[in-house]
């Protein structure tokens, strides 16, 4: 059974720091895709992961996928207060059609001035 | 294009009523997913189609069914609601071009008392 774990599962950074979201999975898979959620909003798609090795990067956020150490980062770079949201990783559990996405918990991010 | 979209928005439910959440979306996707969303727990998916007359049951199918009688249209019906089934209901859908990033619904929050 995929089993999806995010760490921290809470970060509160100040502005200008840089910081890391680990996201690790217990199966074999090369598909991780990540999504932002604001409060009381649905889940907006970030990054995209197919390969290993994979880099996306799109403004101070940086996602990458290690397949052999089925490992994700979210790399943050000099926070600002936009930043702050919930972020979830999901790996795709692989079914014959389509794809089926199992969640982590989620890291709640606050930005602080 | 409104994406996806999910009425009603909010319900509240006594134990043992019956309702349903409609999630419709007009990108001509194949795939159609059905999660609730609770503290602490990430997403789960409930069921999912992989195409128009077809469900299949996800991680947590207990207590709900579907139906996709429409390609554009995914029912979830809850036949006797139950306090446990308190949560927030996000549908998704991806399109023919696996894989691809799910696209959320705004959501539907239950409340059952």
């Known amino acids: 059974e995929l089993k999806v774990e995010q760490n921290p599962l809470f970060l509160s950074m100040q502005e200008g720091k840089n910081y890391t979201i680990y996201c690790n999975y217990s199966?074999?898979?090369?598909?991780l895709y990540w999504y932002r959620q604001d409060p009381g909003k649905s889940l907006e798609s970030l990054f995209v992961?197919?390969?290993?090795?994979a880099v996306k990067q799109e403004g101070r956020l940086m996602a990458s996928l290690d397949t052999k150490a089925r490992l994700s980062t979210l790399h943050i770079t000099a926070a600002v207060h936009d930043l702050s949201a919930t972020y979830f990783c999901a790996v795709d559990g692989t079914m014959e059609y389509g794809n089926k996405l199992v969640f982590g918990a989620g890291t709640i991010l606050r930005v602080k001035s | 294009n409104a994406g996806v979209t999910q009425t009603p928005k909010f319900r509240v439910l006594k134990t043992g009523q019956s309702m349903t959440l409609l999630c419709a979306q007009d990108?001509?996707?194949?795939?159609m997913y059905w999660y609730r969303q609770d503290p602490g727990m990430g997403l789960r998916l409930i069921h999912y189609?992989?195409?128009?007359?077809?469900?299949a049951k996800g991680e947590v199918p207990d207590g709900y069914n579907v139906s996709r009688l429409k390609k554009q249209n995914f029912l979830l019906g809850l036949e006797s609601a139950a306090p446990s089934q308190t949560s927030v209901y996000f549908c998704a859908s991806t399109g023919n071009r696996v894989p691809d990033t799910q696209y959320f619904g705004p959501g539907t929050r239950l409340t059952v008392l």
């Open positions: 990108m001509n996707h194949e795939y």
């Open positions: 189609s992989v195409g128009e007359g077809t469900t």
């Open positions: 199966t074999t898979s090369d598909r």
């Open positions: 992961l197919l390969s290993n090795g």
